[in-house]
């Protein structure tokens, strides 16, 4: 059973950091590139930023790029996102996604976890 498990979310104030951690079992974990994306209430769900399976491509929404950095450990089988200079507007639950190939579309990806809550006060 392949679980997706995300952890670090929480509140804080404009302009701190915040880490994500994503762990993935059930999977050969390198095999799968490795998305997050986020969900603010009333809206869609949006691409946040993907790596490979490898690590060595990364892309990530305009929104967020300069800010955020996606990273993966495969030998803890587990994807980050490190974000710094938190905006209000970042104020969303945070998915992390596994999948075949890097893409920027969620329809690509295979599993989900179940989200954490990021909260950014201004």
């Known amino acids: 059973q392949v679980q997706l498990v995300e952890s670090g979310g929480g509140l804080v104030q404009a302009g701190g950091s915040l880490r994500l951690s994503c762990t993935a079992s059930g999977v050969t974990f390198k095999n799968y590139a490795m998305g997050w994306f986020r969900q603010a209430p009333g809206k869609e769900r949006e691409f946040v930023a993907t790596?490979?399976?490898?690590?060595?491509?990364?892309h990530y929404a305009d929104s967020v790029k300069g800010r955020f950095t996606i990273s993966r450990d495969n030998a803890k089988s587990t994807v980050y996102l490190q974000m710094n200079s938190l905006k209000p507007e970042d104020t969303a639950v945070y998915y992390c996604?596994?999948?075949?190939?890097?893409?920027?579309?969620?329809?690509?990806?295979?599993?989900w976890g179940q989200g954490t809550q990021v909260t950014v006060s201004s």
């Open positions: 996604a596994a999948g075949p190939i890097i893409s920027y579309g969620g329809s690509t990806y295979r599993y």
């Open positions: 790596i490979s399976g490898t690590g060595g491509t990364t």
